[in-house]
């Protein structure tokens, strides 16, 4: 009965080892334990600047308005600068929270001396993210006295640095 005994207690040290060995930590060069890290896909980002142009013709352009939108959720506007030196020098009106996003309305009036012809109004800074912005637009323009009148808006990147108003 002893022979038994031992028989059945070797069975068991040997069952108990096989468990703990099957519930152990693996060690760590087990190839089912190793994390290969996947790249993060990237996006490429440029800083661009665009001048905002209106052609008034012959008209004076006493006051302007232009909503500005990427199609392409590429921009981010970042920074809206004045125009040429004269009436739309200083930066136009905007709503600061809505540069945050894609979209954005600027305007301006000036009661004196309101330009004709083709004018710089102001400067916009964006971020690119993934790729180049294109941008629908809407304009809205006014003579002196309020009258309302078609002008021309053109949006050309520019190469010149940021605060260059030349």
């Known amino acids: 009965m002893r022979a038994t005994h031992h028989t059945l207690t070797a069975v068991l040290l040997i069952l108990t080892a096989t468990i703990a060995g099957a519930w152990a930590p693996q060690p760590a060069n087990d190839s089912r334990n190793i994390v290969i890290p996947q790249p993060i896909p990237t996006r490429q980002v440029q800083f661009l600047a665009y001048d905002i142009l209106i052609d008034s013709g012959a008209e004076p352009l006493a006051a302007y308005q232009i909503e500005l939108k990427d199609t392409q959720s590429h921009a981010r506007i970042v920074g809206i600068e004045g125009g040429e030196p004269g009436p739309y ?17 600027i305007g301006a009036f000036t009661t004196a001396n309101a330009p004709t012809g083709k004018v710089r109004v102001a400067r916009l800074h964006i971020m690119a993210e993934g790729g180049t912005p294109d941008f629908a637009t809407t304009i809205t323009t006014a003579a002196p006295h309020g009258r309302a009148f078609t002008a021309t808006l053109t949006i050309q990147p520019t190469s010149k640095p940021s605060g260059d108003r030349q």
């Open 89 to 105: 020098n200083e930066a136009p009106h905007y709503d600061p929270k809505a540069i945050q996003a894609e979209r954005v309305i």
